[in-house]
């Protein structure tokens, strides 16, 4: 797969003439290997987008209609189907959706009017679209508010997962929960809904744990919103872990990139619930030479298992701090009235 960096992003054709020849006479001189030209900007405009197609006659996407097509294929839910195909919304609208191919022709004068009436219907249409579907999702919201606040009288500890794509946050989650139904995956965006998990600490402390969909830098505007809107609920958690791939060549940036939209997500208060975790310690040599962490952070492998007991112990204090809840250790002789106690009905001791 060859990467094109296009010139500006503003120009018209975004390409020079001459860059434009030479990328068409190589697209052509390699027709058989060249299926698809990805070109990376964040949108491209509807005549750009004919112009390359009617040239290369090879599907062209940019970085929107990429990422779009990865969260179609792996949104599950009805609100992530939902939120998906808000995001699709404006993308469909332009008629440039999905590297489809639409003909660039200069219209000739008598088919203006024609265009123009099409035009106002597509925009009564999108509008229309727009209304059904925020409306089914604000539906959607409320009955999961109704299911927070049901497990909220509950008490439940909660615990969000959240971290740049492909850090390993699903894998974490199935090490400290041991949940077979989690399926961690070598591939972007393999979690694009939050999904909740009971685990365990080591006090006994029944906790959830909230997987969430991963953090990608430089995502365009309209997606952004999708993101953080899928987010926002996952993040009313009482602790928020964010886990770190310290393996990846740009696990400062991803770092950098994750912690500034925790910012813009949250409110300043919440920034104090936030845990990090440097991940995938397995593949490095010695942590403590990582650029970017420092001597707080802490170093695990949530596959070999490594630092899990000491990031539990982190887990346990964080969530006492951040529900405020105390914890009491009582000494207990075998042998006495007290091994019968019921904790869950004080006044009835012999059960
Ligand atoms: N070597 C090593 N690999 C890891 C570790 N943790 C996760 N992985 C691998 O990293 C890949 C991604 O893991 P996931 O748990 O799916 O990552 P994620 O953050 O949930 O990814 P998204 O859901 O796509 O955002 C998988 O192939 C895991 O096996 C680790 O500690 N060490
Ligand atoms: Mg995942």
């Not at 964040?42 to 090879?58: E, P, S």
């Not at 839910?77 to 440039?96: M, R």
């Not at 696990?251 to 500034?260: F, G, K, R």
């Amino acid at each position: 797969m060859q990467m094109i960096y296009p010139v500006g992003e503003n120009r018209q054709f975004i390409f020079g003439k001459r860059q434009m020849t030479e990328l068409t006479g190589f697209i052509r001189v390699n027709r058989q290997k060249i299926t698809a030209v990805f070109l990376n900007v964040d949108i491209l405009k509807i005549n750009q987008l004919a112009l390359f197609k009617n040239t290369w006659r090879v599907p062209v996407f940019d970085r929107y209609s990429i990422v779009l097509q990865i969260f179609k294929e792996h949104a599950n839910t009805k609100i992530a189907k939902i939120q998906v195909a808000l995001a699709e919304l404006p993308y469909l609208s332009s008629g440039t959706a999905g590297g489809g191919h639409t003909p660039y022709k200069a219209q000739p004068a008598c088919m203006a009017k024609i265009a123009t009436y099409n035009h106002v219907q597509q925009i009564f249409e999108h509008d229309r679209r727009e209304r059904k579907l925020r409306a089914a999702l604000e539906k959607l919201k409320q009955h999961r508010n109704l299911l927070w606040n049901k497990r909220q009288r509950k008490d439940v500890p909660t615990i969000a997962i959240v971290g740049y794509t492909n850090s390993g946050k699903t894998t974490l989650i199935k090490a400290l929960t041991g949940d077979e139904r989690v399926e961690p995956c070598n591939q972007l965006f393999a979690t694009l809904d939050v999904t909740v998990h009971a685990g365990r600490l080591d006090n006994h402390m029944t906790v959830l744990f909230i997987d969430t969909i991963g953090f990608i830098s430089n995502l365009p505007m309209d997606l952004l919103s999708v993101f953080s809107a899928t987010l926002q609920d996952a993040l009313l958690a009482d602790v928020i872990l964010h886990v770190r791939d310290i393996s990846h060549p740009d696990s400062e940036a991803q770092y950098a990139n994750v912690m500034s939209t925790l910012r813009n997500i949250l409110p300043p208060e919440k920034m104090e619930n936030v845990v990090v975790v440097c991940n995938k310690t397995d593949l490095i040599g010695d942590p403590s030479n990582e650029k970017g962490s420092d001597n707080e952070d802490m170093f695990i492998s949530a596959v070999t298992g490594l630092g899990l007991d000491d990031l539990k112990n982190k887990l346990q204090t964080s969530l006492l701090q951040s529900c405020d809840l105390l914890e009491k250790k009582f000494r207990v002789p075998f042998d006495g009235e007290h091994l019968r106690y019921n904790f869950n009905n004080p006044f009835n001791t012999c059960t």
